[in-house]
């Protein structure tokens, strides 16, 4: 890394924002070079000048008790021959309790695999921003991105052509997702980023749009045509369902 | 609100409550004004409780407090971002002016006064990520900008910020 290099990336790296690979990168230019030591250092010392120093302000007692005690009291007060009722309906409601937590479970049991695919999509999404390695290669020409997967890869994904609509084309990459390496196709709408993750399915079912958030990421997930796909971006969701909505008619050739 | 919504809430959003206040003080630059704000932030987030998806709580209700901030601010017609120029105001990062004195003075009332000495703007991402902690993206969805902006301006907070401490460290040692 130059120094230039160095300088410009040096508060991100700072803050701890930046990918492992490129911190000790860092790390080491950093170890070698006095001059941008110096300003790392000067960093570091505004930050404990700021953190240091207590500029933290806690909320007063008197507001935290304005606050919790604003509220209506909702629960009415119960009276002594409800008790029995009371007691029964506490039965009743420990068998509905029970039986909806065993269906949690169940439930989170199959939530988990998406979960984590949804989590994965996300550090995927931060990690292709943060390396400025969106696209390995760079096109807002369809018939440039798409042969380039070819031999890359053991499925053709789509990549249309959603200009017109106001998403442009950016490029494409490989990525790895779920045990195996995947399409991802960049897309811009003015300054956001949309990357949407494609692979073969693991059968043909056609599977309507689920909706995600996680860390301020909007996801979307369908499967179209023996492909499943990811789409995310911190593109508003009425955009990005406009772009899943728009990107799934214009896939079908 | 029915109570068990009650319950969410209160467990979502009261854990934030010392953030929420910390960003309307520094926001408003107003002890009285900042208990009103958190306050009324309080109140729209019960109301808007419904558009909260989950995830992390302090960054949504961040959101709102930063709102609320705003519009007292702007009530007051003391909306320094109003009157901040983005041109004006940019003289360069950092590194194309290497000379910079080393921070002397870091005691908590020079601090303070630098910091309420920004335009809100820069204040209000320095805050969020020396006293709060956010990351990056967290800043850019509680301030509603882009991330590049978020780092744009953090990086000019800084430098004035040093400017500041270091301009005072020499006044106070030509005393």
């Known amino acids: ?253 | 609100m029915e109570p068990h919504e009650q319950g969410l809430f209160d467990r979502a959003m009261l854990p934030h409550l010392d953030a929420a206040y910390n960003l309307a003080r520094w926001l408003t630059r107003d002890e009285h004004a900042a208990e009103d704000v958190v306050q009324e932030a309080f109140y729209r987030a019960a109301r808007y409780f419904y558009s909260f998806r989950g995830g992390d709580g302090r960054a949504w209700l961040l959101g709102v407090v930063r709102r609320t901030s705003f519009d007292w601010l702007a009530k007051q017609k003391a909306h320094a971002a109003a009157a901040f120029n983005e041109d004006l105001h940019d003289r360069g990062d950092e590194s194309s002016n290497p000379e910079f004195l080393a921070i002397r003075k870091c005691d908590q009332a020079s601090v303070r006064e630098a910091l309420n000495l920004l335009p809100t703007q820069l204040r209000e991402v320095i805050v969020l990520r020396e006293l709060e902690g956010l990351s990056y993206r967290e800043i850019a969805d509680v301030t509603e900008v882009p991330l590049g902006t978020v780092m744009s301006r953090l990086s000019r907070g800084r430098e004035q910020l040093q400017r500041q401490l270091t301009v005072s460290s020499q006044e106070g040692e030509a005393v």
């Open chain 1, 1 to 253: 890394m130059t120094c230039l290099e160095v300088q410009a990336l040096l508060q991100s790296y700072s803050d701890g924002e930046l990918d492992l690979v490129r911190h000790v990168e860092m790390e080491e230019h950093l170890k070698g070079c006095d001059k941008c030591a110096e300003q790392e250092k000067r960093l570091q010392s505004l930050r404990s000048a700021v953190t240091s120093s207590s500029q933290y302000y806690h909320a007063p007692t008197s507001l935290r008790r304005r606050i919790q005690f604003a509220r209506p009291r909702t629960l009415p007060i119960r009276r002594r021959p409800l008790l029995r009722w009371a007691a029964m309906a506490a039965g009743v409601l420990f068998l509905i309790g029970s039986s909806a937590l065993f269906g949690m479970l169940l439930s989170r049991i199959s939530n988990s695999t998406e979960d984590r695919l949804a989590e994965a999509v996300v550090a995927n999404h931060v990690r292709s921003l943060q390396v400025g390695h969106l696209t390995d290669v760079v096109s807002s020409d369809r018939h440039t991105v798409k042969p380039w997967f070819k031999g890359k890869l053991d499925f053709s994904p789509q990549v249309p052509d959603l200009s017109a609509q106001g998403y442009t084309l950016a490029g494409g990459r490989l990525d790895y997702l779920t045990d195996r390496p995947v399409a991802a196709l960049a897309y811009q709408r003015r300054l956001h980023t949309i990357n949407l993750f494609v692979w073969p399915a693991f059968n043909d079912e056609e599977k309507a749009m689920r909706n995600l958030s996680r860390q301020g990421y909007h996801l979307r997930s369908w499967q179209q045509a023996g492909m499943t796909y990811w789409a995310i971006s911190d593109l508003n969701e009425k955009e990005l369902d406009e772009f899943a909505r728009i990107f799934q008619e214009h896939s079908v050739e």
